[in-house]
């Protein structure tokens, strides 16, 4: 990260100076969005609320029963936008660059608030799985970009990663497919949310069979949804700018886990980066063709500042996955989002390095609590979760530097919870009567989970985790249980 800072300082100040303004007004819940022009929101924000309308939707209200295009000028895509929560990565970013805490400070407390506020299935902010699965990633970046910030608790991260199961779980039972089957942005969004849930968890019980679906489905819509020659079948640009950046996002993230993709995936993807770099104008600017309300995945540089029509940024990131230099030296001052891409889409084997970065580190322990390779500050590869056993070793251990690891440049984050997740032997499942032997344990359906070799025995009774006597998970919110440490509910 010394290195990009150095990166911003010396070549793009002026950059530099206008994200810290733009995190500078996130802090002060100052937001503009949809051309709402600048926002205050308050102390609290209300993340129901279209603010520009006034109108607020029931956050207990179940998803399938939220309303939208009923009343006249109420914009559901307010509240949606909002909690897709890209200004949370341009907190975690400036965090960084900066170095001052209070960033860090407000993105995880948005991040509390929207958890206490959207229980999983409820109110408008579930209503639209593309936008669960936008959020699911850029709560990820985020993650990843803080990883080393003593304020990100465990207590904290349990809490964060039980809604990011919750994510996952509602996605997989929600996808976006017409009747008629055809497939739109939609879907394709609701795989890479996927994709990145099952890369960045991997030891989530569901997260191989959603890395595998999204992998899957993943090739298949590059087919169907791209044209041989690299444009995206909407005939809109905006579209097209966004399904671009969802299939490079999607292939700098198996590239640094080694998930192959077939050739006739790279080489579509490869067109649609040509075909950007052809329809961008010598001011950097794209035309307007076609509908599209310029939603993005993820925005990486010039959040709050940059003319939402320079699409550069995927030149910048396309240089870095087909080694093209003329599309570095097209990419303008978006060069830092291919920087930062450059820094974690590692192939095994080798380094791919930026223009300006430095040489590379070498490895060695960096602490127990959180191990973070900084191939991820810009792109969150693994979140893995340590299970504790009393006595017993636990299930892995890494050794991890700022540049290189053992694990193969992924991201570690210890932690001592257990939701979901299991080793890697196969658990034997009893009908029992609840129990547990350690105060861990993923509580759900009043079973009884045990490891062969193992006396950690994990309880499972109505769909909350526990962690040290509380629930922590709000899958089955607004229903809230406590367990003691026998595992049996105290209310």
Not at 332 to 338: D, F, I, N, S
Not at 383 to 397: F, M, W
Not at 410 to 438: H, Y
Request: glycine share 10%; charged share 20%; hydrophobic share 40%.
């Amino acid at each position: 990260m010394a290195a990009i800072r150095a990166l911003y300082e010396q070549q793009a100040p002026a950059e530099l100076e206008a994200t810290v303004e733009s995190a500078d007004r996130i802090c002060g819940h100052v937001f503009d969005l949809l051309g709402s022009g600048p926002v205050a929101l308050g102390t609290t924000i209300d993340w129901h609320r279209d603010f520009k309308s006034g109108y607020r939707w029931n956050p207990d209200q179940c998803f399938l029963d939220v309303a939208h295009g009923h009343e006249v000028g109420v914009d559901i895509k307010v509240p949606w936008e909002l909690s897709r929560g890209h200004h949370l990565v341009l907190l975690a970013q400036t965090a960084l660059l900066s170095g001052d805490e209070k960033y860090a400070r407000e993105c995880l407390a948005q991040m509390t608030s929207w958890i206490d506020a959207n229980p999983t299935a409820h109110g408008v902010n579930w209503a639209c799985p593309m936008d669960v699965a936008f959020r699911a990633v850029n709560w990820l970046w985020s993650l990843g970009l803080l990883a080393e910030s003593p304020l990100m608790t465990e207590a904290w991260l349990t809490e964060v990663l039980a809604s990011l199961v919750a994510h996952g779980r509602f996605l997989m039972s929600n996808l976006e497919v017409r009747d008629d089957g055809v497939t739109t942005n939609h879907y394709l969004a609701d795989l890479v949310g996927l994709l990145y849930l099952g890369l960045c968890l991997k030891e989530v019980h569901d997260a191989e069979g959603w890395k595998a679906f999204a992998v899957r489905e993943l090739v298949r819509e590059m087919d169907r949804q791209v044209l041989a020659d690299g444009a995206h079948y909407e005939s809109s640009l905006s579209y097209h700018r966004l399904v671009t950046e969802m299939f490079l996002s999607s292939a700098m993230l198996c590239r640094r886990h080694g998930v192959e993709l077939p050739p006739s995936f790279y080489d579509r993807l490869r067109k649609m980066c040509e075909f950007v770099q052809g329809y961008t104008k010598p001011n950097g600017l794209a035309p307007q063709i076609g509908d599209g309300d310029n939603g993005r995945l993820h925005i990486l540089t010039g959040y709050g500042h940059a003319d939402v029509r320079d699409h550069r940024h995927l030149l910048a990131v396309g240089a870095v996955l087909f080694d093209r230099p003329d599309w570095w030296a097209a990419a303008g001052l978006t060069w830092v989002e291919g920087c930062g891409s450059a820094v974690s889409a590692v192939p095994r084997g080798g380094r791919r390095r930026a223009p300006g970065l430095g040489a590379e580190r070498e490895p060695g322990l960096s602490g127990g609590r959180a191990l973070y390779c900084v191939g991820g500050p810009i792109m969150p590869c693994s979140i893995a979760i340590r299970l504790d056993r009393g006595e017993s070793e636990p299930t892995s251990t890494m050794t991890c530097s700022r540049w290189r690891c053992t694990s193969g440049g992924k991201i570690f984050l210890w932690i001592r919870v257990v939701f979901s997740i299991l080793p890697t032997r196969n658990p034997i499942i009893d009908f029992a009567a609840p129990s547990t032997t350690q105060p861990l344990g993923w509580i759900r359906r009043s079973r009884t989970v045990s490891f062969p070799g193992s006396s950690f025995v994990c309880t499972r009774i109505a769909g909350c985790i526990v962690s040290n006597g509380k629930s922590v998970d709000r899958w089955n919110r607004p229903r809230r249980t406590t367990m003691d440490m026998n595992g049996s509910p105290t209310r």
